[in-house]
């Protein structure tokens, strides 16, 4: 069955960096589109970054340059690499995928909504 394991999370200060794997298993990886969302406390789950088969990448409009989103189809691992983190950064994370076929247009992240598989989460902590 579909697998999505996320890890990395923790506690950093405001302007650290943090990076975020998810190991994934179940699924034909390299088809599939990933992607990452954060739920802040009190907020709606949003979207961070997401990327399909053929590598098209967007960013969610708060990222502004501060994280890279990359992928290893041999490992089958997803990796939000965030930098410059802010205290509104601070949440959880999670690791999702979309089934085939699926496109990622520049400049725009989907809901979470079209997502249909989840990890559980980690939580990513920034202290001011």
């Known amino acids: 069955q579909v697998q999505l394991v996320e890890s990395g999370g923790g506690s950093v200060q405001a302007g650290g960096s943090l990076r975020l794997s998810c190991a994934a298993s179940?699924?034909?990886?390299?088809?599939?589109?990933l992607g990452w969302f954060r739920q802040i406390p009190g907020g709606e789950r949003e979207g961070v970054a997401i990327?399909?088969?053929?590598?098209?990448?967007s960013y969610g409009e708060f990222v502004t340059g501060r994280f890279t989103l990359s992928k290893d189809d041999a490992e089958e691992t997803l990796v939000l690499q965030m930098n410059n983190l802010k205290p509104e950064d601070a949440g959880t994370y999670y690791c999702?995928?979309?089934?085939?076929?699926?496109?990622?247009?520049?400049?725009?992240?989907?809901?979470?909504?079209?997502?249909?598989?989840w990890g559980k989460g980690t939580l990513v902590n920034v202290s001011s």
């Open positions: 990327i399909d088969p053929a590598g098209t990448i």
């Open positions: 179940g699924f034909y990886f390299p088809a599939w589109c």
């Open positions: 999702a995928a979309r089934e085939p076929t699926c496109k990622v247009s520049p400049g725009r992240v989907w809901g979470y909504y079209v997502m249909d598989r």
